[in-house]
């Protein structure tokens, strides 16, 4: 049997009850406590077998001697305590046998292993109890020697540290979702290092795809606004000569594609006993889409006051005239004269009672328009017609309106026009048309063709006035736009809106365009028999 690495140690052999050897030194193979062996007074003629056994239970490891099938020759109590062994009753037992709970453990596997390989092994076990081992396994000789250490507080405190990792690396993983999430980076700069550690989302905020090998106070700098640059450049330099502990700015940075983006960021800064800068360290958050919505609320409040100042004007306008006539006539019905009701000078102020009621009525009209073509209520009635009907009708019935205007109106119409349209509402669209081109067209004739033409009905309606500059022309039929001269020759901005709302459910679109020899031609297309 080879002897203990690193002692000149023999291993117990077999010894009888008669053996004078063991008289003298009262070892005998039951495995006793080796602290209740008696020992002889002269420690020095204590023989190495006896200095062995006191030697393994004075270990604080445990200490099993296995022979080749796995049977314990000798343990110490240690061994006895953490493998649940009946210390007594294990001679000539493997400890699975004298400890069924350790049959089919990892421990078991792996001195099963040791044992047919006879191959010096280590490794980690954990038992039944909850208790880790690391063991060493050794053949010495025939046997197998096997030396464990309760390593339990050590592998719980190696576990902990491991959950503790994976905690915070799952806590890291979420703050980064959280960020990105959000368009928001965190990053620090550490004056007496230099060291400047930036999140991973921190450069896509300044407009890089990939983090950049470095960042810099400088790059910083050269990315901002003209306008704003000064103002981060004071506050910066404020923290140097004032007690800031933190503040906050708002700043424009410029991307690599030339695009203007807006950041928000938000900063501690910690200073040593002294007062000393030590470290900075914020967040920044994109708030480009913020102030857009912003900047977007701001206009329609804008548009929101210049549509209510405009609809009290236009709405005041018919009803002025309105109370004007309405005047005349009470006058005239009280005076002395023979004037009826059939006379010329009462039909007159009659009729144009009428035009300012039909012109507060479309006014009023078209505001409940917009509001249903908001609520998806505006509704349609479409049947197979003649639209070339409508158009002429609408002609004839703006004659007066354009002669009053000083406006020549002259009206071609290609007849029939079959369509699937809503009547009312085409009206409306012709209407529309048509009093936008004697509003704009200044006493200059209006013409207005309909007719076949490559597979769909053209409508075009042109006037002779300013025109609409190519940079207007899609802006124009926007809710509340005004056209140019609009503060002249009145209206909601509101009839073009409803003109291209009505054209699309039917089907059909709506454009502007120059007119020959100068002015504005508006043309509606529209789908022949109902083929939209």
């Given amino acids: 049997m080879s002897p203990l690495p690193g002692g000149p140690f023999e ?156 905690r915070f690396r799952q806590l890291g993983e979420r703050f980064q979702v959280a960020l990105e999430s959000a368009q928001m980076a965190v990053w620090e700069t550490n004056l007496v290092t230099g060291q400047v550690f930036r999140s991973e989302g921190h450069d896509r905020l300044y407009g890089y795809p990939q983090p950049l090998a470095e960042w810099t106070h400088e790059q910083f700098l050269a990315s901002l606004h003209p306008d704003d640059r000064p103002a981060v450049e004071a506050q910066v330099t404020s923290i140097f000569h004032n007690d800031v502990l933190a503040y906050a700015s708002t700043f424009r940075t410029r991307w690599p594609d030339g695009s203007w983006h807006w950041l928000n960021s938000r900063a501690r800064v910690i200073r040593d006993a002294n007062g000393r800068v030590m470290v900075v360290r914020g967040a920044i958050l994109d708030i480009t889409a913020l102030k857009e919505t912003e900047e977007a609320l701001q206009e329609a409040v804008r548009t929101r006051d210049d549509f209510l100042s405009l609809a009290s004007h236009e709405l005041r306008t018919p009803l002025t005239s309105l109370r004007l006539q309405v005047d005349l006539l009470r006058r005239m019905s009280t005076s002395a004269g023979d004037e009826t009701i059939g006379s010329p000078k009462v039909s007159s102020r009659l009729e144009s009672a009428d035009r300012q009621l039909r012109r507060l009525g479309a006014l009023l009209e078209n505001l409940l328009d917009v509001s249903r073509i908001r609520t998806g209520k505006l509704d349609f009635d479409l049947a197979p017609g003649d639209l070339a009907t409508v158009v002429e009708d609408l002609a004839a019935r703006f004659a007066d309106e354009a002669k009053q205007a000083g406006v020549e109106l002259h009206a071609h119409v290609d007849g029939p026009a079959p369509c699937r349209f809503d009547p009312l509402r085409m009206e409306q669209v012709v209407s529309n048309l048509m009093a936008n081109a004697l509003r704009y067209g200044r006493g200059t004739p209006v013409r207005v063709w309909l007719r076949q033409q490559a597979g769909e009905l053209r409508l075009t309606v042109c006037d002779s006035g300013p025109g609409v500059p190519a940079s207007e022309r899609e802006r124009i039929f926007q809710r509340f736009a005004q056209g140019q001269g609009s503060a002249r020759t009145g209206g909601l901005g509101l009839g073009l809106y409803i003109v291209r709302q009505i054209l699309e459910a039917h089907g059909g679109r709506v454009w502007v365009e120059d007119a020959p020899g100068g002015g504005a031609a508006f043309v509606v297309t529209l789908p022949l028999d109902g083929a939209a």
């Avoid at 005998?28 to 006896?50: F, G, H, I, V």
């Avoid at 009753?89 to 099963?112: D, I, K, V």
Wanted: hydrophobic letters at 40%; glycine letters at 6%.
């Fill in 11 to 166: 291993p117990a052999r077999p010894v009888s009850a008669d053996d004078p050897h063991a008289a003298s030194t009262g070892v005998t193979r039951t495995m006793k406590d080796a602290t209740q062996l008696p020992l002889p007074a002269d420690e020095a003629s204590m023989s190495a077998q006896t200095r062995l056994q006191v030697l393994r239970e004075m270990m604080a490891e445990a200490f099993l001697a296995l022979d080749a099938q796995g049977n314990i020759q000798e343990l110490n109590h240690r061994a006895a305590s953490l493998l649940s062994l009946p210390h007594e009753r294990c001679e000539g037992l493997t400890p699975w046998a004298a400890q069924p709970g350790l049959a089919g453990t990892p421990l078991h596997e792996r001195l099963l292993d040791a044992l047919a390989t006879r191959e010096p092994a280590r490794f980690l076990s954990e038992l039944p109890s909850g208790v880790w081992l690391e063991v060493s396994v050794r053949p010495v000789g025939g046997e197998m020697w096997v030396l464990a250490t309760d390593i339990t507080r050590r592998q719980r405190a190696e576990n902990e540290a491991a959950r503790t990792d994976e």
